[in-house]
């Protein structure tokens, strides 16, 4: 099939670049003329595994290719994929500005019957919108589609060809067939809703995800008050298949592109319907306060953070991405350095996005994660990168002015402690001092 593909960011470009792979022809488009040119020379924007070398391919086939031209992409076409960005405005709902000048640029486009497949997390009720925007514009036939994605950040292209269930609402006939055709060679499980349910069902996945990482840090939290351990809990509860074990590992919250946004948008659109979202309030505001648990232990250990040296492990909101957006290293090192602290920063990918956002005298990003470390009063880890796993904790120790690590990520275990002088800190596990387990209270009933 013929596809285009509106906006290049990681749905876009991602999607853009599966489906190309798959057989069709894509063309994928951006008002930005930097990212295309970017493209056109075989460089891509985004930090994703795997995604450089499958552009090369597949523009070498000749089934993919990037313009600026959204009007020619769109009459050449016979599948428009809306993925523009959707972010927060200030009041935590998402701004469809760009959504709705694509869906007007479509309209005055379009030469013959199209499908619209929205693919842009949005409100339910936006692809109404779309469709009469793209009414005002052109007499001609189309349809428009929802089509939620739920790929994930460093491993997007695993996620985009081996989907666990393809979410179709369309409420034309003629929009499903086409649209089950394009997905089929992904998967059988594909649900075929309403455009409105197709919407909710990509907020309300998100939300409950968001749930379950924000309930195992509570549940953290309360383990280092009562000496449990938070690892063991989530593989317990894991094996109930009712529960499952997928985001049940204890942190310091979720960050990125989309829980964020996607938490705050339901938030706001349950409000405008007279409805108060409570729980979903409260996985808000836990998953806010549990990235500062890092700078609490710091202060319990050091006292006060002015004129301490603190390294970070860590910018990106997870591993095998340099997106950083909302991404938990922004308010921590932000908070360290309002506090007098001098900060010695490090990431394998994604400190040139952080250094453009954050610049300060008393912040050094460094090359390695050992420049990082070297002379440090204290280390946090922030991203579990798989370099930072693999290092000799006896290396680290040496590097160190102080052996102070507080984990955020749990990558450490207590028998690699056990050799070391480190005073240790993680998430929902019992404080490490030279490998003893600190003692827990006794409860009584």
């Known amino acids: 099939m013929k596809l285009a593909v509106i906006g290049t960011g990681y749905v876009g470009l991602v999607s853009g670049v599966c489906f190309a792979h798959l057989g069709n022809e894509v063309i994928c488009v951006d008002k930005v003329k930097e990212k295309i040119e970017m493209l056109d020379r075989g460089e891509v924007p985004i930090y994703e595994p795997g995604l450089k070398e499958l552009i090369h391919t597949n523009v070498e086939a000749g089934r993919l290719r990037f313009s600026t031209n959204l ?21 935590g709902e998402a701004n469809l500005s760009y959504i709705k000048q694509a869906a007007a640029e479509i309209g005055a486009a379009i030469n013959q019957y199209k499908v619209i497949v929205t693919k842009s997390t949005v409100p339910v009720g936006t692809n109404e919108k779309v469709a009469a925007i793209i009414a005002e514009h052109t007499n001609q036939l189309f349809d428009v589609a929802s089509v939620p994605e739920f790929l994930r950040e460093g491993s997007a292209i695993r996620d985009t060809l081996n989907p666990d269930r393809i979410v179709i609402g369309a409420s034309s006939e003629k929009a499903r067939e086409w649209l089950r055709q394009l997905h089929s060679v992904l998967t059988d499980n594909i649900l075929v809703t309403d455009i409105r349910s197709a919407e909710m069902i990509k907020y309300a ?11 195992i840090n509570e549940i953290a939290n309360i383990c280092e008050k009562v000496g449990a351990d938070v690892t063991k809990v989530a593989e317990g509860m894991g ?12 942190g310091i919250g979720y960050g990125g592109s989309c829980f964020p946004k996607d938490t705050q948008a339901l938030i706001q659109i349950a409000g405008h319907v007279d409805y108060e979202f409570k729980l979903l309030k409260s996985v808000v505001e836990v998953n806010q306060d549990q990235r500062f648990n890092v700078i609490r232990k710091l202060e319990a250990i050091l006292d006060s953070l002015q004129g301490k ?36 920063a490090y990431d394998p990918v994604a400190t040139a996005n952080f250094s453009q956002l954050i610049a300060h005298p008393k912040l050094e990003y460094c090359e390695s994660k050992e420049d990082a470390a070297a002379g440090a009063d204290a280390l946090c880890l922030l991203t579990e990168w798989n370099e ?27 028998e690699e402690l056990s050799q070391t002088s480190f005073i240790y800190y993680s998430v929902g596990r019992p404080s490490l001092n030279n490998g003893i387990r600190d003692e827990s209270p006794v409860l009584f009933f």
Not at 239 to 250: E, M, Q, T, V, W
Not at 326 to 333: G, Q, R, T, Y
């Open 71 to 91: 009007a020619d992409a769109v009459q050449e076409s016979d599948i428009i994929i809306l993925a523009v960005g959707t972010p927060s405005l200030p009041n």
């Open 388 to 414: 930072f796993a693999e290092i000799s904790l006896a290396e680290l120790e040496s590097l160190l002015r102080k052996p102070i690590l507080i984990d955020g990520r749990n990558v450490f275990s207590e």
């Open 239 to 250: 094996h109930d298949k009712r529960i499952g074990r997928s985001f049940l590992k204890a």
């Open 205 to 215: 996945s998100n939300a409950f995800l968001a749930t379950k990482i924000s309930f």
């Open 309 to 344: 040296t603190i390294a970070v492990w860590g910018l990106a909101f997870k591993p095998d991405t340099d997106d950083i957006r909302d991404a938990p290293a922004v308010e921590i090192i932000q908070t360290l350095l309002q506090r007098g602290a001098s900060v010695k």
